[in-house]
């Protein structure tokens, strides 16, 4: 065998196993439910792949950082107590999330391709229904194909 086309079988299969965001990968929560950093667990509803995430899919993660919860509450009427009902998940909870975001390009039909900064989620109940009122940061356009335009709606920006 030739040595490039060994070279190039190694690249392709480089290409394809990190091509998406897998288990135990890292991920910053940007929408207001009070979580902050995420650690994905398991990836739902993935069709010949194994086990890994792409922007649009839905994901079972466990909260590893959240807003901390105002511990000096004087009573009912204080401003503290609409703090905690904005913080909707703990450290440790476990959620149901979407990738909005990764660190490795997705190509796109028109033949470019984007990549982002970071990885990043938005969190979900049990219903699918975003839990957060409120997305801080940039989103990817595939998501509207994959059928999450409400959290394209919420978004600051749409990339």
Not at 11 to 25: E, I, Q, S, V
């Amino acid at each position: 065998m030739h040595p490039k086309h060994s070279i190039d079988r190694f690249h392709d299969l480089h290409h394809f196993r990190f091509n998406m965001l897998g288990l135990k990968a890292r991920m910053l929560i940007i929408d207001n439910s009070g979580g902050l950093i995420a650690e994905c667990i398991n990836v739902l509803k993935f069709k010949g792949r194994q086990g890994h995430a792409r922007i649009g899919d839905e994901i079972v993660c466990v909260i590893k950082r959240a807003r901390p919860i105002p511990q000096n509450s004087s009573g009912p009427s204080s401003s503290s107590s609409n703090l905690l009902a904005s913080n909707k998940v703990r450290r440790g909870d476990i959620r149901r999330a979407v990738v909005v975001r990764t660190k490795k390009e997705t190509n796109r039909a028109d033949g470019r391709s984007i990549r982002f900064d970071d990885n990043a989620a938005v969190l979900l109940n049990n219903k699918r229904e975003l839990l957060g009122t409120k997305i801080n940061g940039v989103v990817a356009a595939e998501l509207r194909e994959k059928g999450w335009g409400r959290i394209m709606s919420l978004a600051s920006r749409v990339v």
